[in-house]
């Protein structure tokens, strides 16, 4: 059975997008609007060991040299946006990667 190319980080930037969007839609409202900030305190904590682990991935893929400057920076940049992880499997295979 083959692995699909890059299927670790395909799937710790989906998992990371997920937190990102919690962190955005549950936890930032909870903070501000109620006063509750345990929400932002824990998944914030969660996201950012997301959030590095996900750019180490990137940065294996680039410096192991099975994704191009290009990507990495395409990858990173869309890190960022909410939303923008849910399409690295597309980004990569548009890529031939």
């Known amino acids: 059975m083959t692995q699909k190319p890059h299927k670790n980080l395909i799937r710790i930037g989906h998992i990371e997008g997920v937190s990102y ?4 839609i549950i936890a930032m409202p909870l903070k501000y609007a109620f006063g509750i900030p345990e929400g932002v305190k824990y998944i914030g904590m969660a996201h950012g060991i997301l959030f590095v682990w996900f750019m180490l991935l ?11 400057f290009k990507i ?3 990858l990173v940049v869309i890190s960022f946006v909410p ?12 890529e031939g990667n």
């Open 72 to 74: 990495t920076f395409v």
């Open 21 to 24: 969007l919690l962190l955005l």
């Open 83 to 94: 939303f923008g992880t849910f399409y690295i499997e597309r980004i990569l295979r548009k």
């Open 58 to 68: 990137i940065a294996l893929a680039f410096f192991n040299k099975t994704i191009s």
